[in-house]
């Protein structure tokens, strides 16, 4: 039987530090709150999933790890150093360092993401036709990054957290010969613009965050 690991990329929830973009909107503390709302949701969707090992990599001090551990009951691990792509790498490396025969990341910005997109994501990489599964985004990103094996090309001369991040990185595939396959669009929250879509897409009042009931 595969075994599958889950990795959530996340930042402890300082203000002033997280969701910059929309701390512009909302202010540095408000910004704070939302962006501990959406992990929450994250993390709470990530526990219905079976036969998934899951480990958030925090950006955050090594003191407060064992904190971030105990509050948010998840296994934890300490981000990398370097620029993101750098650091996935390093934690797609220590993950199948460990065993694992199929790895998916997610990052903390998308509260409602169907469990049903990672569930799938980890499906077809069991096909013998797939190498890399990718998540888009509205935005030009993607949400989820799932591989059967590492692959160092996915994390090379990417322009990260720009409308040309997914385009890059299926280049990138496709010179290297990864077969890749797409996941529907999502949605992530980095602006207040995002934020309002999020509320109207879940009926979540205003000042909440409302966690998907999606099996």
Not at 74 to 100: D, H, N, P, T, Y
Not at 119 to 128: G, I, M, N, V, Y
Request: glycine share 8%; net charge negative.
């Amino acid at each position: 039987m595969s075994r599958n690991a889950l990795i959530v990329f996340a930042r402890e929830p300082v203000p002033g530090q997280v969701k910059t973009r929309l701390a512009a909107s909302v202010g540095d503390i408000a910004a704070a709150d939302k962006y501990a709302s959406m992990l929450e949701n994250v993390l709470s969707n990530c526990r219905k999933l079976t036969g998934v090992e899951t480990t958030v990599f925090w950006d955050c001090n090594e003191a407060s790890l064992p904190l971030l551990e105990r509050r948010y009951e998840c296994r934890s691990k300490l981000q990398g150093v370097g620029k993101l792509g750098q650091r996935m790498q390093a934690a797609f490396a220590e993950i199948f360092g460990s065993g694992c025969d199929h790895c998916c990341i997610i990052g903390s910005d998308s509260p409602d993401l169907p469990v049903s997109y990672i569930l799938e994501a980890f499906d077809r990489l069991t096909s013998p036709q797939t190498d890399a599964v990718f998540g888009p985004t509205h935005d030009g990103g993607y949400y989820l990054l799932g591989l059967s094996r590492l692959w160092p090309q996915l994390f090379e001369n990417i322009d990260w957290s720009t409308p040309q991040t997914l385009l890059q990185s299926l280049d990138a595939a496709g010179k290297a010969g990864i077969r890749a396959a797409l996941l529907p669009k999502w949605y992530d929250i980095d602006t207040l613009d995002d934020l309002e879509e999020y509320r109207a897409r879940t009926g979540a009042k205003s000042g909440m965050l409302r966690v998907s009931e999606e099996l």
